[in-house]
């Protein structure tokens, strides 16, 4: 059964520091997610990302955070110059098509720790 | 904005017994509504959503949800628990018009031997 992977499934960075997050989606999916969740917190929605664009993003997802597919497989968050409050755990998500009706499957998750 | 409340940060249930996660949503027009499971080390794997074709939706694992306008609610149950049950879950609710799913913050199911 097509799953939605991710790597590393623990990155470990000094604050400052560029961390890239790599997703990769079901394949024939076409729309990507990222969703966070700091320890002890809710599951939050970062951004979405259809047709090599944003559709959108949340008040989390500020200048300090992109997005990118540079191929046809991979789907990548970079956070430039992290923060400890960046700590948590990020979720990648993939579906075939926009809107409730639609499931967006969910990776393992990569658990980002800021020192 | 659309909220998802879910009452009780950590259940416990003996084996076999019923389980019982409540959920809330606030939005007045009813969205979309799931239930996720994530074991531990593990993604966010979906039990069960609400699409509007019916009120009592049945998952995987034996879990079953019932939507009620009245109450604004999506309760999670389950029959009889077992251990395999234990896992942490989440309640979530999105939009007809959106695609960002809105998260409550998960209730840790511990099931007793």
């Known amino acids: 059964e097509p799953e939605v992977t991710q790597t590393p499934s623990h990155q470990v960075t000094q604050m400052g520091q560029e961390v890239i997050l790599r997703c990769v989606p079901i394949s024939n999916h076409l729309y990507f997610y990222w969703y966070r969740q700091i320890l002890g917190q809710k599951v939050e929605f970062l951004v979405s990302?259809?047709?090599?664009?944003?559709?959108?993003k949340s008040e989390i997802f500020d200048d300090q955070f992109s997005v990118e597919r540079p191929d046809g497989s991979n789907f990548t968050l970079k956070i430039r110059s992290t923060k400890l409050e960046d700590s948590a755990m990020y979720f990648c998500a993939s579906s075939k098509e926009d809107g409730g009706n639609n499931e967006q499957f969910f990776g393992p998750g990569t658990r980002l720790t800021v020192l | 904005a659309q909220s998802v409340t879910q009452l009780g940060s950590h259940v416990s249930v003996s084996e076999g017994a019923l389980v019982l996660l409540r959920c809330n949503y606030s939005s007045s027009v009813p969205p979309y509504l799931f239930w996720y499971v994530q074991y531990p080390n593990q993604g966010l794997q979906l039990l069960l959503k609400?699409?509007?074709?019916?009120?009592l939706v049945k998952g995987i694992n034996g879990f079953e949800a019932e939507f009620k306008k009245s109450e604004t609610s999506f309760h999670l149950t389950k029959p009889s628990a077992h251990m395999s049950d234990a896992a942490e879950y989440f309640c979530a609710a999105l939009e007809n018009r959106d695609d960002k799913i809105i998260f409550g913050k998960g209730t840790r199911l511990h099931i007793l031997p």
């Open positions: 609400y699409t509007s074709a019916a009120t």
């Open positions: 990302f259809y047709n090599n664009e944003i559709s959108e």
